[in-house]
């Protein structure tokens, strides 16, 4: 009985190797997932942010905005309105915190105004306030210049460059 029970463990010990989270270093793709009903988000690097905008400014996305992320930091939303865009930031951790003074100096040595607000979302890891922050840079920008904005925001800011992979959210 002991050694069934061994064996028993062995065999679920290699099932759930094989099943495990990540695949090794292998990224699972939505054909890959074990469950086909968890989509996995679409990665781009930024030269390809301006075609995935242009879905957005023609209506061919489920929201009037989009989001690159690559590490759960430097995520910021490129939102359209009245056709042109502007870009959001929103501290939903506290290793994102420090980035809101950054994000208000660069505004103001590149002269886009600023709104500090919020979306009304609780902060994952922080409760000093009661929803998340978010400062919203009006840059009221076409395609080509909030992609450039966008470009030198991860670039200076968050350290990223042209080979950064990112997650498109939402």
Known sequence: MKHFKI???????????????????????QSESINPY?????????????????????????????GI??????????????????IDFEAMSKDQLPYLDTLKQFAKEHNYPIIETTYNNTPIDYDHVKFAPVLSLKVNADIDSIVH??????????????????????
């Open 7 to 29: 064996i028993t463990m062995g065999i679920l010990a290699s099932i759930l190797s094989l099943l495990g989270c990540g695949y090794g270093n292998k990224r699972a793709t």
């Open 38 to 66: 968890i989509p996995v988000a679409a990665q781009i690097t930024m030269d390809k942010l301006s075609g995935v905008l242009k879905n957005v400014q023609a209506g061919r996305t489920e929201y009037d905005f989009t």
């Open 69 to 86: 992320c690559a590490n759960g930091v430097n995520c910021i939303y490129f939102m359209l309105d009245n056709g042109k865009f502007y």
């Open 149 to 170: 904005v966008g470009k030198l925001i991860e670039q200076t800011i968050f350290k990223n460059n042209d080979q950064t992979i990112y997650d498109i959210v939402p």
